[in-house]
C-alpha cells in the first residue's frame, strides 16, 4: 500500500500564500527576501553578498519543509504551531512520501524566474540585474521550517549543485543523523544555537521534542567532521540570552566545537514574533557589537566584518571569510 504524500495543510498554505509564499509542489515553498527586491529595485544587497560574494539578486529563498518545524522558537518571525488555534494546528513533523529532490530544484527555479517578470517593465537599479536575477546562481534553503526534516536533503543539494548554484543551510540542529547521512554538504552549513544552556534553551525554543537539546549537542559534536565551512548562528534576544552568564556560556561552547564562523545576529521585532516578545526585546546594533567583541575577547576569534542594517557580525578564526564568487 503507497504512503500518503507529505503536503502542506490547505489553510496553513492559505494564510502563507497572503504573506506571499510561491508553494513549489506538496511541501516545499520560494519566497524573494526583502533583500531580494532591495538589490533589484536600489542596487543594496545582503550580509551574505557583503561577507561571502553570494549574489544577492541570484538568490532564492526557499524551502522544503513548509511550514513544517520540530521547535516553536519565540523569536522567529514565521508561522509556528504556537501562533494558530488548537484546531488550526498541523502535524509539524509528517509521516508519508516527500517529493523528489530534482523536481523541487528545478520548480523552485522556475517559480523564483516567473516572480523576476514582475520586476520587468518597471523602474528598476539595473537591467542588468535583473537579466542576472533570472539565473539563479545560490539557494538559501532556509525560508521557513526547519529543512533538515526533509529526508532527502542531500538529493536537494545535489540537485541545486548540478545546476551550478551554491547552497546555504540554516538549521536548527536537532537532526544530526541528517547530517550524518548528507550525500552532498552544502557550500556552508548554518547552525542556530540561541542558548548555550539546555534551560534556557527549553525557554526560547519551546521544543517540541523533549530531546531537543542533546541533539544539538551532537549536531555541534560533528561540526569538525565537515568539510564545509560552518557557522554559529547566535540570535541574541535582549533580556533572554545577553548576560555575562550567556556570554561565558556562548564562548564555552565556541571554545568546545569550533565552528569556522559565528554569527551573533540582533533579533528583530518582526512578524508573528511580535505576538510573543516585545519590541524591547529587540538589541541595537551597537550592543550586537560589544557582545561580538568580548565574545572574541573570551575565545581568539576576531571580528572579520559587520552589516549595522541587519544587525549581525561576522567572526572568525580565519584571517579573511572565503567568498564563493
Known amino acids: 500500500m503507497l504512503s500518503a504524500l507529505v503536503s502542506t495543510p490547505d ?41 561571502f560574494g553570494i549574489p544577492t539578486w541570484r538568490c532564492i529563498q526557499m524551502s522544503p519543509t513548509a511550514s513544517f518545524c520540530n521547535m516553536q522558537c519565540s523569536y522567529c518571525w514565521r508561522l509556528n504551531a504556537s501562533d494558530v488555534p488548537q484546531s488550526y494546528r498541523w502535524v509539524e513533523v509528517p509521516e508519508g512520501t516527500w517529493d523528489d529532490p530534482e523536481e523541487i530544484a528545478e520548480e523552485s527555479i522556475r517559480v523564483q524566474k516567473m516572480l523576476v517578470q514582475g520586476y520587468k517593465g518597471v523602474r528598476v537599479f539595473s537591467k542588468e540585474l535583473v537579466r542576472e536575477a533570472e539565473e539563479p546562481k545560490h539557494a538559501a534553503i532556509s525560508l521557513t521550517g526547519e529543512p533538515m ?16 548554484m551554491t547552497t546555504f543551510i540554516v538549521t536548527n540542529g536537532t537532526l544530526p543523523e541528517r547530517i550524518e547521512g548528507l550525500e552532498r554538504e552544502p557550500t556552508q552549513l548554518y547552525v542556530t544555537v540561541p542558548a548555550p544552556f539546555e534551560k534556557l534553551y527549553a525557554e526560547i ?5 523533549p530531546d531537543a537539546w542533546s541533539r544539538l549537542i551532537r549536531t555541534l559534536e560533528l561540526l569538525q567532521s565537515l568539510s564545509c565551512p560552518t557557522v ?60 561580538a567583541e568580548r565574545l572574541a575577547d573570551l575565545t581568539g576569534y576576531k571580528i572579520l566584518d ?12 580565519l584571517e579573511r571569510a572565503l567568498r564563493f564568487y
Open 11 to 51: 489553510h496553513i498554505r492559505k494564510l502563507m500564500r497572503k504573506q506571499g509564499y510561491k508553494f513549489v509542489l506538496n511541501h516545499s515553498a520560494v519566497k524573494p527576501c526583502y533583500w531580494f527586491r532591495k538589490a533589484i529595485m536600489e542596487g543594496r544587497t545582503c550580509y551574505k553578498n557583503k561577507f
Open 232 to 291: 554559529m548562528r547566535i540570535p541574541l534576544i535582549k533580556g533572554f540570552n545577553m548576560d555575562v552568564k550567556s556570554l561565558e556560556g556562548f564562548s564555552e561552547l565556541l571554545k568546545r566545537y569550533q565552528p569556522t564562523y559565528v554569527e551573533p545576529k540582533a533579533y528583530e521585532w518582526v512578524g508573528y514574533s511580535r505576538r510573543r516578545l516585545s519590541k524591547g526585546n529587540m538589541p541595537w546594533h551597537h550592543e550586537i557589537r560589544e557582545f
Open 205 to 209: 525554543t519551546r521544543p517540541l521534542w
Open 149 to 164: 526534516l526533509y529526508p532527502r536533503i542531500g538529493g536537494l543539494v545535489e540537485a541545486f549543485s548540478r545546476r551550478g
Open 306 to 317: 559587520e552589516s549595522e542594517e541587519s544587525g549581525i557580525v561576522l567572526l572568525s578564526r
